[in-house]
């Protein structure tokens, strides 16, 4: 079954941020994602599966999967696809608006 991350009421939803700032994240490129959100421990999910509990708020990622995050009396993280292609084209991991320029990087 595949589930729909909501958050409770009320709750704030933890962002889940990516080193190196591109997407979609590609596994050839030591991909560290940070939950950020309320102190505490750190429940990682990946492609939809709780997958992992840490102490702090980063993870190393070196699999393909689509990850998500969630920090105590918080909701789910918005899910991110890290990628194992062997062509990738990547824009900014960050908000984008019309009219903004952007870089766009193609990588093999």
Same mark, same amino acid.
């Given at each position: 079954t595949r589930w729909c991350p909501?958050?409770?009421?009320?709750?704030?939803?933890?962002q889940l941020l990516l080193e190196p700032p591109w997407?979609?994240?590609v596994t050839w490129?030591?991909?560290?994602?940070?939950?950020?959100?309320t102190p505490g421990d750190t429940t990682w999910y990946k /492609?939809?599966?709780?997958?992992?509990?840490?102490?702090g708020d980063r993870v190393s990622v070196t699999k393909e999967g689509t990850y998500a995050c969630k920090?105590?009396?918080?909701?789910?993280?918005?899910?991110v696809r890290?990628? /194992?292609?062997?062509?990738?084209?990547?824009?900014?991991a960050r908000e984008l608006l019309e009219g903004d320029k952007v870089t766009l990087r193609c990588r093999s």
């Open positions: 909501l958050s409770p009421a009320g709750a704030q939803t933890p997407i979609p994240a490129d030591e991909v560290t994602l940070t939950c950020s959100g /492609n939809w599966e709780r997958w992992r509990l840490t102490k920090r105590p009396g918080s909701g789910f993280s918005p899910f890290v990628s /194992n292609g062997r062509l990738v084209l990547q824009v900014p």
